[in-house]
């Protein structure tokens, strides 16, 4: 069973994604699972320490009681094992908690190493469908400020809470033994405090959900707004952001508050709660003592136990704060990772067949394909396409024809709603991803490097090329002398998304990029389109030779690029409208000659 969205409304707008019941729980459980034998000893380091902190009234008691008497009588032995003993349980009690909080310390590093690191594998092993509908600044806040209020409550508050019910354990045994009559007395102020508790952690879930939502917008809109600096600056958008900035700052800071308000209200009403049941407790214990129904040591230590079973509410109030928190970010953090990919790794891998000697090219069908965005409606109704090994296919069309749709399932960045998609006869759901890899590679229009050298991004796709493999496919493409003329050439860092280098320049780098990874099928998303026109020439010059004999579906808005395809597909509401070699189209009197024509008279 899953929670679902309100009718109509996309769960990829909500903050909180779908997920089976009791994910968090499971997801808790699995993280905490490979540290059992350390959560049993922390368990006992904590029983242990408790049963020395919780000694000390009851020595008071004693040396009220036996131990003074006894020194009236000239008899000092007592009195001096009763401050031995207090002095020995305080040095344990300091040994104890600090092994414990060692031990917890190395649990909670642990399990959040292995949450960030599920967080960022789950993230790349989901399709480009999830990215494309969850923004990743939701994707950042669930691995900063969500796992910071884990790791709040792993580091913090568990300890706190472990502490306050061991010691309402240990008192409340105590108590009764001590005097059933006030122990029993003492229980029943426990039935108030549990329904301030309920009431507080029912009224501040509700709140902290609302504040991590809110810090989520905050961080959604400046990673949005910082990755999106150009197209600011460009449109002047400064102060449109900043009042739409500042009206999400002003959320965040209401739903702060209205989290800070309900601790206070419990904080005031478990206390009022605990200052009326201490004095009743000690004005009828008085009345004993007065009476002689009661020793005064025993009542000695009831109040002392009474002060540090009700001191600790605050804490417990804490505990419930980060626990609040934690949970409302563990909730979205366990949504997440119940996102099943949209494209799975098949469950037995079918190898890829090796290429014959001097073809470098692999066969492409598209077989009764149909698909369909979840968004939207239907892209592809029924394709059919055969592509031979080494033949470089063009495909033009009007915007939304679905030339890009088709790129991306023979990239199999998503699958097909129908149909299948074959690799040299083999089905793309069926191909394990590395044979995926190696087989098809894709420049897209938008070239991202990482931070990190030239060489670095070039062989992303080879991460064993030589430099001189790396210099080779740089200088097929053209872009070995730019490269060459940098401050440190390949060893240059490009900095954050390339910013070092120009656009076009970019693009020459992936180019190289994939050109180095020797792909079967090189599929190039409008990828010439940053480029300028010696830059495109130059491109365009170096891929007669290195597209030769090598399967190429190039989807180009610019007829330059077409001059060098064998094959023009001319789409239109995702059907093939036209097909044939360039020189066919353009003598015929079609949409493609038509394309050709107003692009000769643009040059004229």
Not at 15 to 35: C, F, G, K, T, W
Not at 538 to 551: P, S
Not at 564 to 569: M, N, Y
Request: charged share 20%; with cysteine.
């Amino acid at each position: 069973m899953t929670t679902a969205a309100p009718p109509g409304v996309d769960p990829f707008d909500q903050d909180v994604l779908p997920a089976p019941r009791n994910a968090q729980m499971i997801l808790l459980r699995s993280l905490l699972h490979p540290h059992r034998s350390r959560l049993w000893l922390a368990t006992v380091l904590l029983l242990v320490q408790q049963a020395a902190v919780q000694a000390g009234p009851l020595l008071v008691a004693y040396a009220i009681d036996h131990a003074i008497p006894a020194v009236r009588d000239g008899r000092h032995g007592a009195l001096i094992a009763v401050a031995c003993g207090y002095l020995g349980c305080g040095l344990a009690s300091g040994i104890l908690q600090r092994a414990f909080i060692r031990v917890a310390a190395l649990i909670s590093q642990d399990v959040l190493i292995e949450l960030r690191g599920r967080i960022f594998r789950h993230a790349q092993s989901l399709s480009l469908d999830f990215h494309e509908r969850y923004t990743s600044g939701r994707l950042i806040s669930r691995a900063t400020s969500d796992v910071e209020s884990i790791r709040e409550l792993l580091s913090d508050g568990l300890e706190e809470l472990i502490e306050v019910v061991l010691s309402a354990v240990y008192i409340s045994v105590l108590l009764l033994i001590l005097d059933w009559r006030l122990g029993l007395a003492t229980m029943v102020s426990y039935g108030p405090l549990y329904v301030a508790i309920r009431s507080f952690q029912r009224r501040s879930m509700v709140a902290y959900r609302k504040r991590s939502t809110a810090t989520a917008a905050v961080i959604v809109k400046f990673t949005e707004t910082m990755n999106g600096i150009r197209p600011v600056k460009a449109f002047r958008r400064e102060e449109p952001n900043d009042a739409a900035f500042g009206e999400l700052n002003h959320r965040h800071e209401r739903a702060n508050g209205d989290a800070i308000l309900e601790m206070a209200r419990y904080v005031v009403g478990s206390r009022l709660i605990a200052n009326i049941a201490i004095a009743a407790i000690v004005l009828w214990g008085a009345y004993r003592v007065a009476q002689g129904g009661l020793a005064l040591g025993v009542l000695a230590a009831f109040v002392l136990y009474l002060r540090r079973l009700y001191d600790p509410i605050d804490r417990l109030g804490m505990f419930l704060n980060s626990y609040q928190s934690a949970a409302a970010s563990l909730e979205k953090i366990a949504g997440l990772l119940a996102q099943e990919p949209g494209v799975p790794e098949p469950a037995r891998p079918v190898p890829l067949p090796e290429r014959p000697a001097g073809q470098p090219g692999r066969a492409v069908v598209f077989e009764d394909v149909r698909f369909a965005y979840r968004t939207g409606g239907e892209v592809l109704p029924v394709f059919g396409l055969r592509v031979p090994a080494g033949q470089t296919v063009a495909v033009v069309g009007a915007t939304g024809a679905g030339k890009s749709t088709l790129a991306k399932l023979l990239a199999r960045f998503y699958d097909p709603t129908d149909g299948r998609i074959m690799l040299d006869g083999v089905p793309l759901r069926e191909l394990a991803p590395a044979d995926l890899r190696r087989g098809v590679v894709m420049v897209t229009q938008e070239s991202f490097l990482f931070s990190g050298t030239v060489a670095e991004n070039i062989t992303i796709g080879r991460p064993d090329a030589s430099r001189a493999e790396v210099e080779a496919a740089a200088k097929a493409i053209g872009a070995h002398d730019f490269i060459a003329a940098l401050p440190d050439g390949y060893d240059t860092d490009v900095r954050k998304r390339g910013g070092r280098i120009s656009a076009g320049q970019r693009q020459l780098v992936a180019f190289a990029r994939a050109l180095l990874a020797d792909p079967g099928v090189l599929i190039l998303d409008e990828a010439t389109s940053s480029l300028d026109i010696p830059g495109e020439r130059a491109v365009q010059h170096a891929m007669h030779t290195v597209l030769h004999g090598r399967t190429a579906v190039i989807i180009a808005h610019r007829l330059s690029t077409v001059e060098i395809a064998d094959r023009v597909l001319v789409m239109r509401d995702g059907r093939i409208v036209e097909d044939g070699t360039p020189e066919e189209l353009i003598a015929d009197s079609g949409h493609f000659a038509g394309l050709h024509q107003a692009w000769q008279d643009s040059l004229v």
